[in-house]
């Protein structure tokens, strides 16, 4: 026969063992209910290819707010900044001279919202569309041929590209805290289009 004191220690154990199970399933319920709301800011990298065989990589600080819209929909409207490496060089020869010019793309800047769709707890599907702008330096270096002691000729120009963008991604809720997030973005303006493939990592507020 179990004496009483032994019993009701087991009867103890179970129950504290039940109610922690309980409590852990109901706040990891909650943190997962949490996913994709509210305040959040993130890093992401970026391989970018443009127009004029500019290509390189993007490197890119973004911060948004995730707005539920009813059960399953969140709008986030976001804004980013980021610095990029791609460049372009081009070389031209003629009798009376050679010509070297280098393009490269700077700083962007831009706001696009997402409109996400929550496939599970975890999971999130979006669409973005928006509008962003980078900073266009291009230097052209004439030399004289032949070139006995010359100056060479340069010229430097640099403006704004302004573009609309439209893409589309899926981000995952690795805690309550911590997204990831996968994209594929397409922007158009008047000099150039892009092609670009980001991954980001998120940390919510």
Known sequence: MIPLHDESARLLRAGLAVSAATIAAIA??????????GPYAGAAASYE???????G????A?????????????LAPEVSLAASTAEASETRETAAFTEATRVSIDRQRGAEPRLGRRLSEELLIYAACGWQRFAVDARTTRRPRPCNA?????????????VWTIGAGVELALSRRLTLR???AFAEGDAYHRHGLTAGLALQF
């Open 28 to 37: 990891l319920g909650a943190a997962r209910a949490e996913s994709f709301h």
């Open 49 to 55: 290819s443009f127009s004029g065989a500019l290509s």
């Open 57 to 60: 990589a993007a490197f890119k």
């Open 62 to 74: 973004y911060a948004g707010w995730n707005i539920p819209l009813g059960k399953d929909w969140v």
């Open 150 to 162: 010359c100056t060479p000729r340069q010229c430097e120009i640099g403006f704004d590209e302004d």
């Open 182 to 184: 996968g994209a594929y």
